[in-house]
């Protein structure tokens, strides 16, 4: 504004929303907006000496206000002044940290004192990045991540310190003995870490020399990860850049430059992958410190999340399969490589011993690689045997071939170890930088330029290129023969690997002019190239905001996006809008997905909405491509242009449209041609009301018995287009689809009405409708075999007298009889032997009850013959048992009981002699009775002891 003096220093209250600034003159303002209009809600005026630096806490209570002095003032956020303290230096930045109970501020000597919260010298913080300076320098700032939204692992580097010459200490904490150190290689002027803390945006100057000898500053702004690892170098026009600040999200960026404000936007290296229909990306919540993967079918919106123990360094997805790399759980130098699939579910894990800076995945191999190793791992899916386990043997062994590991200075032989311990190798002095594979070759990048091309699957150094720039990500096309290339300035150029010698390769555009030398192929503002899956020629291309198309190095003409690329194939690109997908990663929306269509798809459908189909198929023929061909094929069935749909489906290779059309043409009605022609293109429907049409129902019926839409089977049937067979074949189908998706009650119903009594007999029992099983068997006829199968089921159950009598009226006695000794019904399975004359029953209960003997279980085996009808078996145990119970003389009165129990026995077995049946046609005398009660009690010859005995010992 005209006249008020100039603004020294800004501080921003997220939290309360308000804004705190500084003037050459020492006043601070507290502004707060208020519909639309700021107003001073707060002034100060120290009139001694200029404010050196403000910083509100996290949580926005307190402000810490530092002036030139060494002055300090820490005050509240409603105005309140809490404390203030004179430090005896000049005081530069000030910082809290993120739990505000310590305050770190920074002197003018390069110096970090550490205070606590109200004002205590805690300790002095060492500045391990000015150990081998040779000038002095001075502090340019101090930022501290609060981890408001997060952090990506439990010991990132939080805490940045930065000097004019260039150099950084990023901290874990402000105890960190062993923070990372970075020489950012320019002067500094400022620094401020993004809103999760994932990427460090250091400004400032870098001087040059031209070629003429001339020296100029160029302003660039350097990004780095937590680790220190350099991301990426935004240049910006200008010669002194005094501030940057991020926007909120991390999306975008403004610098300002001498007296003017750029913005840039930044796109995040996000840890994602697209295999098939499936968008894997990772994640990370305020709550929770671990990270998470989430598996997102954009064709079915299922969404499957995997929570990671560890925390996950990166992911890579090609083909079907995604592979992605975290800390091992059991070892701290150790990492672990997991392969999964579409839906997450595991399918291999390989263990190594380098955390992998770089991964990438084809159709065969994972790659891995850090600074100074690389790692090949020839996979397997579940179609076949996994290469790690030895088969029969379920052992954990490394198969030769399979893996190889070796250190990157080491020379790559075949009697090389094929797993090298590379654990504890001095560093390279020329580390790999990027890593690209295909299917066919490996490539590795070194910060020297070098390019090494390695054969797969028999790995072998092919090739040595050289290289220009610093190269930052490599993009392989399909048939391995072209490369692009990205630097760390965003420059995109294209390699050839055929043309390439040793000397170049690099690919040119053909002179604008004759006398014209061909110009190298360059695009900038580049931050993701991919390349079509089925053509070597075509590749997408995204620069800042837009996507280019390239075929033959042509562009079309720029799209307006800032989705992130995941597949190109059939002349469409598809892309996600991640940015919006972080937003609330957990639940992403079909809304975010794009897809584009390059130009000559564009055309082709032009060409056949506005013009015949010979002017299509020229045009064509001009811009050959299977999915071109394809267009032009079905817009021929339509027609039912037979020879040209034939030319075009040849031309595509599509063996199965070649087929359609040879059957096609073997039709003798156009209806029927063009039915089949609608049901090829998925318009069921009109394929039917054709066949309607034509008074054929049957057609229609067998349309829809292919598709197995049974619903619209039994329909037809019931207007009159089939026989009964039919309509219960379409019933029992239909139960079988109700049945898989476990909906039983339904699933019986149809099996009912298509009479398929096996089916309702499992649905019946998996629904545990007993009661209808037991209805089923009653009403099923005497001897059918199912009768035997639904005994088994209601014996499983517990259920014995209604498997009984579906054992017995399926003719199974035998089973019958099992049933009943199953359930420790012994009554009922002699009744049934003496009914149905089965001798085995006898053998049968000798056999449980010697069990049960042999097993220690005496009484058991009494209760057993008891139920059985056998007294005699029951008195003689009993017997045995009171005998040696009594000469133990432990419990005379048990031994008495046990001799009254077997006497009992007995007189249930003379009650039942009595009582039992006389034969027909007369009675029994006299002395038939007497003579079998005599054969009853007459005593064995082995006989160990006699009740008698037994009492009188008791009444001793």
């Known amino acids: 504004m005209p006249g008020w003096p100039q603004v020294v220093c800004v501080c921003w209250n997220e939290n309360y929303r308000k804004l705190t600034t500084s003037d050459q003159n020492g006043m601070i303002i507290v502004w707060m907006l208020h519909k639309g209009m700021w107003y001073e809600e707060m002034i100060n ?11 509100w806490t996290p949580d926005g209570q307190r402000i810490c206000i530092i002036y030139e002095d060494g002055a300090v003032i820490v005050g509240s956020v409603d105005g309140n002044r809490l404390w203030g303290k004179e430090i005896k230096t000049e005081l530069a930045h000030v910082e809290w940290s993120p739990d505000g109970r310590n305050i770190l501020f920074c002197t003018r000597a390069c110096e970090v004192h550490i205070y606590d919260s109200i004002g205590n010298f805690v300790s002095k913080l060492p500045l391990y990045c000015l150990e081998d300076a040779a000038a002095a320098t001075s502090l340019v700032g101090i930022e501290w991540y609060d981890g408001s939204e997060g952090l990506f692992s439990l010991d990132q580097p939080v805490l940045a310190i930065g000097f004019e010459n260039g150099r950084l200490q990023l901290m874990r904490n402000e105890a960190d003995t062993s923070p990372v150190l970075v020489d950012a290689g320019m002067s500094l002027s400022c620094m401020r870490w993004n809103s999760d803390g994932s990427v460090l945006a250091v400004a400032g100057t870098l001087s040059t020399k031209s070629s003429s000898g001339e020296r100029r500053d160029v302003c660039m702004v350097q990004f780095y990860a937590p680790s ?3 991301m990426r170098t935004l240049k910006v026009p200008g010669s002194t850049m005094s501030a940057l600040s991020w926007e909120g999200g991390s999306l975008r960026v403004a610098l300002a430059v001498d007296s003017f404000i750029y913005f840039a936007n930044i796109r995040p290296n996000y840890r994602c992958g697209f295999l098939g229909d499936t968008l894997v990306y990772s994640f990370t919540t305020p709550e929770r410190h671990d990270s998470a993967l989430l598996f997102w079918n954009t064709k079915t919106d299922e969404r499957v999340t995997k929570l ?10 090609a083909a079907d ?9 059991d070892a701290d130098n150790q990492h672990v490589l997991r392969l999964c699939s579409a839906n997450g579910s595991p399918i291999d894990q390989k263990y190594i011993d380098f955390e992998p800076a770089f991964l990438t995945l084809t159709q065969y191999h994972v790659v891995a690689a850090s600074a100074d190793a690389v790692y090949v791992w020839q996979y397997r899916t579940l179609t076949n045997k996994l290469t790690s386990v030895d088969a029969g043997t379920g052992s954990l ?7 190889r590991c070796w250190h990157i200075d080491d020379e790559l032989r075949a009697s090389s170890e094929p797993v090298a311990m590379v654990a504890g190798r001095e560093a390279s002095q020329d580390p790999i930088i990027a890593l690209a594979a295909s299917s066919a070759c490996m490539l590795v990048a070194r910060e020297s330029g070098a390019l090494l091309r390695f054969s797969l699957p028999h790995i072998g150094l092919e090739h040595k290129y050289t290289l220009r720039g610093r190269t930052q990500s490599i993009g392989i096309n399909c048939d391995s023969t072209r490369i692009s290339l990205i630097d760390a300035n965003g420059l995109l150029t294209l390699f050839d690997l055929e043309m390439a010698k040793g000397a170049g390769g690099e690919v040119r555009l053909p002179p604008a002019e004759p006398d014209q030398p061909p110009a190298r192929f360059e695009r900038k503002d580049v931050w993701q190239v991919l390349w079509a899956e089925d053509n070597a020629q075509l590749f997408a291309v995204m620069e800042k905001s837009r996507m280019v198309l390239f075929r033959e190095l042509v562009p079309d003409e720029p799209v307006v996006t800032s989705g992130y690329l995941c597949s190109f194939s059939d002349l469409e690109v598809r892309a996600v809008l991640l940015d919006e997908v972080m937003r609330e990663p957990e639940h992403p929306s079909k809304k975010m997905l794009q897809s584009h269509q390059a130009r000559a798809l564009r055309e082709a459908q032009e060409h056949l909405r506005e013009s015949n189909l010979a002017d299509a198929f020229g045009f064509v023929e001009a811009n050959p491509h299977p999915r071109l061909w394809r267009l032009v094929a079905e817009a021929a069935l339509h027609k039912l242009d037979f020879g040209v749909a034939d030319k075009s489906f040849v031309r595509a290779e599509d063996y199965m449209g070649i087929h359609l059309v040879k059957r096609l043409r073997l039709l003798d009605d156009a209806k029927k041609q063009a039915a089949e022609v609608a049901a090829y293109f998925s318009q069921f429907d009109e394929a039917e009301k054709i066949y309607r049409e034509l008074d054929r129902r049957d057609l229609a019926l067998q349309l829809r018995a292919n598709l197995g839409d049974w619903t619209k089977v039994v329909q037809l049937v019931q207007q009159g287009g089939g026989d009964d067979t039919k309509l219960r074949n379409a019933w029992d189908r239909i139960g ?9 009650d339904k699933a019986a119903g149809y099996y009912a009405q298509a009479q398929n009594m096996p089916a309702l007999a499992d649905c019946l029992y998996r629904s545990e409708a007993y009661a209808g099983l037991v209805k089923l068997a009653a009403d099923l006829p005497d001897g059918t075999p199912l009768l035997v199968d639904i005994g088994h089921k209601l014996s499983s159950v517990g259920m014995s007298a209604d498997a009984v009598d579906a054992f017995v009226k399926g003719g199974d006695v035998h089973a019958a009889i099992d049933s009943c000794l199953m359930q420790h019904k012994f009554e009922g399975a002699v009744e049934l032997a003496e009914k149905h004359n089965f001798p085995g029953v006898q053998k049968a209960l000798a056999q449980f009850a010697g069990q049960l003997i042999d097993s220690g279980k005496k009484l058991q085996a009494v209760e057993l013959y008891s139920k059985a009808s056998q007294f005699t078996e029951a008195a003689k145990l009993l017997t045995r048992i009171a005998a040696d119970v009594g000469a133990s003389r432990s419990n005379p009165q048990r031994a008495k009981k046990l001799f009254v129990a077997a006497a009992l026995e007995v007189e249930r077995m003379r009650k039942q002699m009595l009582d039992s049946k ?10 038939q009775t007497l003579e079998s009660l005599v054969t009853q009690v007459r005593p064995a010859p082995n006989r160990e002891a006699r009740p008698g005995r037994g009492g009188g010992m008791g009444g001793g």
Request: aromatic share 4%; hydrophobic share 30%.
């Open 308 to 317: 990671l123990s560890k925390p996950l360094v990166a992911v890579h997805a």
């Open 736 to 744: 079988d689809q109700f049945l898989e998706q476990s909906e039983l």
């Open 397 to 403: 062994r490394r198969k030769e071939g399979r893996e």
């Open 321 to 329: 399969c995604c592979v992605y790399a975290t800390q091992a759980d």
């Open 228 to 230: 220190g690892q350099h």
């Open 45 to 55: 005026n120290r009139n001694k000496s200029n404010v050196r630096g403000m910083r």
């Open 918 to 927: 006389a034969p027909q046609g007369g009675t029994q005398t006299a002395a």
